[in-house]
């Protein structure tokens, strides 16, 4: 069996929220397996469990260029170490500038992007001079460039969600959409975009949760299909509630306006990054628990 250490107890804590005795307990039915102990406490505790994509402490910002005929888009993700920095003036004029090269010049990646020209030197040279005139380590983390099938809106909600979407009709609709997908961080446009180990986990969880319930076998398989579908109108953005009219969906107020939504894509800060926080009480408390 694996060994269940004091810091993936921790980890598993700040994952979900979870009672610390249920995080290691759920570890040890899983074998150590994190995500399989994620699902384990989302039985037990619902989606509180699953807010572990919520919990980034990366700072920096997000910024966005668009072409002037509305066809194509960047978007750039540059990290800091502080909030303090990311309002930085030099740091975002920096990041801006960036958004406009990945838009114009179109590096196939990061490395590509930081070897372009800049202000005389390139964008790594310029990038550690103003590292050591901060004195804050900062980096260029992801970049994406679109070209769309109608035309581009965007929303930066402050500086930390980043949306572009590819809308054809309604412009003041699109932007209106944009702002719908930063609130409400659908995971793709419709359930073709939502992947199957995604839906097996949700599936798996019902399943589970029924079993826990004392719901009949038959039934088990109706229950856990109509969890999936639950879930996929909450995922999706053509299903989602339109945040200015809950009465309609997305797809719904599209229709409406004669328009169509072709895609998206959001970037939130620090997605998918934990900052390293140094608690030696927290890890004395997760020790003895262990």
Not at 207 to 226: H, N, Q, R, S, V
């Amino acid at each position: 069996m694996a060994e269940i250490t004091a810091g993936m107890v921790k980890e598993l804590r700040e994952k979900t929220d979870a009672p610390m005795m249920d995080c290691k307990k759920a570890l040890s039915e899983a074998g150590g397996d994190m995500q399989k102990a994620e699902e384990i406490l989302r039985v037990r505790f619902g989606n509180k469990a699953a807010k572990s994509a919520s919990r980034v402490a990366a700072e920096g910002v997000v910024t966005i260029a668009i072409s002037a005929d509305g066809k194509s888009a960047a978007m750039v993700e540059v990290n800091c170490e502080t909030d303090f920095v990311a309002k930085n003036d030099d740091f975002l004029v920096l990041s801006n500038a960036l958004a406009e090269m990945v838009l114009n010049q179109k590096p196939v990646d990061v490395a590509a992007l930081s070897a372009l020209p800049y202000k005389g030197t390139t964008v790594e040279a310029f990038r550690t001079e103003l590292v050591g005139k901060i004195g804050e380590n900062m980096s260029v983390r992801r970049f994406a460039r679109l070209d769309g099938q109608g035309k581009f809106a965007s929303y930066i909600h402050g500086g930390k969600i980043g949306v572009l979407v590819d809308v054809s009709g309604d412009e003041a609709l699109a932007r209106d959409i944009a702002m719908h997908i930063a609130a409400s961080k659908p995971k793709s446009l419709d359930a073709s975009g939502v992947s199957q180990d995604l839906l097996d986990t949700e599936r798996r969880v019902a399943i589970e949760k029924a079993k826990e319930a004392g719901k009949p076998e038959a039934m088990l398989d109706k229950i856990a299909e109509g969890t999936v579908q639950k879930f996929l109108k909450e995922v999706t953005l053509l299903s989602q509630p339109f945040v200015k009219d809950d009465k309609q969906t997305v797809e719904q107020v599209l229709k409406a306006r004669n328009s169509q939504c072709h895609g998206f894509m959001m970037y939130v800060v620090g997605e998918g990054i934990e900052k390293k926080v140094s608690d030696f009480a927290a890890e004395v408390a997760a020790a003895s628990q262990v």
